[in-house]
């Protein structure tokens, strides 16, 4: 009896050793099929993902009894009265976003709170780079496994391009995102949006396709057509030397609008661009600095700093470092480790 018991016991243990060796290459499994919206999630192979302590036992028994529907209904009221209690910023509050997405994936609200309360709300929180950087790559997550729920809506799509958008500031993926909304009725400022994106990229050929659509369909349209003359007065003659090769007449030429406006966003991108085409990376450098130094919001220009930063070998002060340069160079974000304690 008591061998048998010994080959039980190292039975249990060979697979314990076996669940956890493999652990790594599910997670990376996962990663790749629920996040990149390779294959729908589902809430069996998600639950190991978190630490499910805001479910009471009434909870659960509905959710067991086949009311996820209504668990997930109580669980979001819960969510409400830690909000008006001032808690609703904690961290552990995930814990209870979480478990509502795993009950009800279809329910696009908490999906979209979720991924606005890391990105934004857990955030601002912190000064380090880093945890900012963990903090956006877990709200885009969020966001993409909530579209890999449902993907034939155009909200999540756009949650997402906004966060790249306002929040990143990563332009190319707003773009990305923004375009995926138009593919289900949407609001009419999407297209707007798609311009505004590649204006600040800067890529003002794109812009002014984007803005010239939305004057087709709607000419009185005031904000794509202030948009159009300002590109077309301030940029565009500085933008077309830049296409001709003649980039020092180009640098001329954007430096005499910085003359009027030197604190000029756009303006400085666009000068900045012009350098990196011209193979003068120094220089772009210099400039995307400066415009991360007069807007403390130019993500943008923090962003490409970072970039060519490293690139070159330049040490960059802490305070130009940028959470989404530390978000591009992470393979896959760290697990947050969610204090255990229990919300009551």
């Given at each position: 009896?008591?061998k048998q018991?010994?080959?039980?016991?190292?039975?249990?243990?060979?697979?314990?050793?076996?669940l956890?060796g493999?652990?790594?290459?599910?997670?990376?499994?996962?990663y790749?099929r629920l996040?990149?919206?390779?294959?729908?999630?589902?809430?069996?192979?998600?639950m190991?993902?978190?630490?499910p302590?805001a479910?009471?036992?009434?909870?659960?028994?509905?959710?067991?009894?086949?009311?996820?529907?209504?668990a997930?209904?109580m669980l979001?009221?819960?969510m409400?009265?830690?909000?008006?209690?001032?808690?609703?910023?904690?961290?552990e509050c995930?814990?209870v976003?979480?478990?509502?997405?795993l009950?009800?994936?279809h329910?696009?609200?908490?999906?979209?709170?979720?991924?606005?309360?890391?990105?934004y709300?857990l955030?601002v929180?912190t000064?380090?780079p880093?945890?900012q950087a963990?903090?956006?790559?877990?709200?885009?997550?969020?966001?993409?496994?909530?579209?890999?729920?449902?993907?034939?809506?155009?909200?999540l799509?756009?949650?997402?391009?906004?966060?790249?958008?306002?929040?990143?500031?990563?332009?190319?993926?707003?773009?990305?995102?923004?375009r995926?909304?138009l593919?289900f009725?949407?609001?009419e400022?999407?297209?707007?949006?798609?311009?505004?994106?590649y204006?600040?990229?800067?890529?003002?050929?794109?812009?002014?396709?984007?803005y010239?659509y939305?004057?087709?369909?709607n000419?009185?349209?005031?904000?794509?057509?202030?948009?159009?003359?300002?590109?077309?007065?301030r940029?565009?003659?500085a933008?077309?030397?830049?296409q001709?090769g003649?980039?020092?007449?180009?640098?001329?030429?954007?430096?005499?609008?910085?003359?009027?406006e030197?604190n000029?966003?756009?303006a400085?991108?666009?000068?900045?661009?012009?350098y990196?085409?011209?193979?003068?990376?120094?220089?772009?450098?210099?400039?995307?600095r400066?415009?991360?130094r007069l807007?403390?919001?130019?993500?943008?220009a923090?962003?490409?700093?970072?970039e060519?930063?490293?690139?070159?070998?330049?040490?960059?002060?802490?305070?130009?470092?940028a959470?989404?340069?530390?978000?591009?160079?992470m393979?896959?974000?760290?697990?947050?480790?969610?204090?255990?304690r229990?919300?009551?």
């Open positions: 009896m008591k018991r010994g080959v039980q016991v190292v039975g249990w243990l060979a697979v314990l050793i076996l956890v493999l652990q790594p290459l599910s997670n990376a499994v996962n790749r996040v990149l919206g390779m294959k729908s999630p589902t809430p069996l192979t998600k190991v993902d978190f630490d302590t479910v009471t036992g009434v909870i659960m028994g509905a959710a067991l009894g086949g009311f996820q529907g209504v997930a209904s979001w009221m819960k409400e009265e830690l909000w008006d209690s001032g808690k609703g910023t904690w961290l995930l814990n976003m979480r478990t509502v997405t009950l009800d994936p329910w696009l609200e908490p999906w979209r709170i979720t991924g606005w309360h890391l990105a709300n955030y929180e000064k380090d880093k945890l963990i903090y956006l790559a877990k709200g885009l997550d969020a966001l993409k496994e909530g579209i890999s729920w449902n993907p034939n809506t155009h909200e799509y756009l949650e997402l391009a906004w966060t790249y958008f306002d929040r990143v500031r990563d332009y190319e993926n707003a773009t990305k995102w923004f995926a909304a593919q009725p949407h609001p400022f999407v297209e707007r949006m798609i311009a505004h994106a204006e600040r990229l800067p890529d003002l050929d794109r812009a002014l396709d984007w010239d939305c004057l087709k369909r000419p009185d349209d005031g904000t794509a057509k202030g948009a159009t003359a300002t590109i077309r007065l940029y565009l003659p933008w077309r030397l830049m001709a003649k980039y020092d007449e180009a640098i001329r030429a954007i430096d005499r609008y910085l003359e009027v030197p000029g966003t756009i400085l991108h666009v000068k900045a661009h012009i990196e085409q011209a193979g003068r990376e120094r220089e772009a450098l210099d400039v995307w400066l415009a991360a807007s403390a919001l130019d993500h943008q923090r962003r490409k700093a970072n060519l930063a490293a690139k070159l070998g330049v040490t960059l002060l802490p305070s130009e470092q959470p989404s340069y530390y978000l591009e160079q393979q896959e974000p760290r697990r947050l480790e969610v204090p255990q229990r919300l009551r």
